[in-house]
């Protein structure tokens, strides 16, 4: 499935904050890394702000619906292990 969903972004087929919804939905919070690995470090630099955004309240879509806080919250800790990331706000 992830493999599917990169291909379609990367062929323009979905959008970034697309891929990022579908992405969050499947992310198991115990073990976010089967998802996020597969990401480009763009989308998940993308990813932390969308993440940061749901955890305060702030982000709305039309995508579907939107992560559950703890998926959200899981994304944003593996990303900001994984990336050199600078925050602003914190959950």
């Given at each position: ?14 959008t970034d ?25 763009r989308i998940?630099?993308?990813?932390h702000r ?42």
């Open positions: 499935m992830m493999h599917s969903l990169v291909e379609k972004y990367q062929r323009g087929m979905i904050d697309h891929l990022i919804v579908e992405c969050l939905n499947m992310l198991d919070p115990r073990n976010p890394d089967p998802v996020l690995s597969e990401l480009p470090d998940l630099r993308r990813m969308f993440a940061s955004e749901c955890l305060h309240g702030q982000m709305k879509t039309n995508f579907g619906v939107l992560p559950a806080r703890d998926q959200a919250l899981a994304a944003r800790r593996w990303i900001e292990q994984s990336l050199p990331i600078t925050t602003s706000k914190t959950a």
